[in-house]
């Protein structure tokens, strides 16, 4: 695949800065290379999004793209449901000014619209999809029941949830085995030990992954009926919960 940006070395001399993580302009200009050569199954569970959106679509209704990163998912909604409004909200400035550029004709035909603001101050209403990809982690664990509510609120009966997260086990030795897998992945795909350490340490307190079963039980207390697990890769999952 082609990507739009620059190849990813941010960590080439590991964590050089020893700052946290975060989505500036740096990491918005390398973010698909990252993203890919980082997330397997990703490309699939933006197939799943589109897919979804086909069957899920309500006419007429909104559909939101929550922490939408470079608009990758939103691009996916439309993909699935041609008619549909999205709105793709980010707090990083960096990533929503590259969207504009990048989406101009579907901002111009109002098949987008990009908002820069923390998603936890959203007002979400009368939806029928509602995505979240890998964008939980990086919530404080409260604010990740807070925001499930608002989610599940906002949409309408028979509207739905996908959520795509990185998860851990709780078993320590399945834990140990897929980091190494994934480590593997990574470097597969020509990222350094260095690098792959440098970013893990940029990303230490910052990305808090949880199990399976958090995020199941989160989608049930916030009131979904129903959760189904639709990709399972490593230690990434995508799940679609439904009102």
Do not use: W
């Not at 004709?105 to 999809?129: P, R, V």
């Amino acid at each position: 695949m082609a990507h739009m940006g620059k190849q990813d070395n941010i960590f080439e001399g590991g964590n050089l800065s020893g700052l946290p993580f975060t989505f500036n302009q740096e990491v918005t200009e390398v973010f698909e290379d990252m993203i890919d050569r980082s997330v397997p199954g990703y490309k699939t569970s933006l197939s799943l999004i589109a897919h979804n959106a086909r069957r899920y679509y309500q006419s007429n209704t909104n559909c939101y793209d929550v922490g939408c990163s470079l608009g990758a998912s939103s691009l996916s909604i439309l993909q699935g449901a041609k008619d549909a409004k999205v709105t793709a909200i980010d707090n990083s400035e960096a990533m929503i000014e590259e969207c504009e550029r990048r989406f101009k004709n579907l901002t111009e035909s109002f098949h987008i619209k990009f908002i820069c603001e923390d998603i936890m101050d959203s007002s979400l209403s009368d939806a029928s999809i509602v995505v979240v990809n890998y964008v939980i982690q990086f919530l404080d664990l409260e604010q990740r029941d807070t925001l499930l509510e608002k989610i599940y609120n906002a949409l309408l009966p028979g509207g739905i949830l996908i959520l795509s997260e990185k998860i851990h086990h709780k078993n320590n030795f399945e834990s140990e085995r897929i980091f190494k897998t994934h480590h593997k992945f990574k470097s597969s795909n020509g990222y350094s030990d260095l690098e792959i350490s440098g970013k893990r340490d940029s990303l230490e307190g910052v990305l808090l992954t949880e199990c399976e079963e958090d995020h199941i039980l989160r989608a049930k207390k916030a009131g979904f009926i129903n959760s189904e697990k639709i990709l399972s890769n490593l230690n990434f999952r995508t799940f679609k919960f439904l009102k």
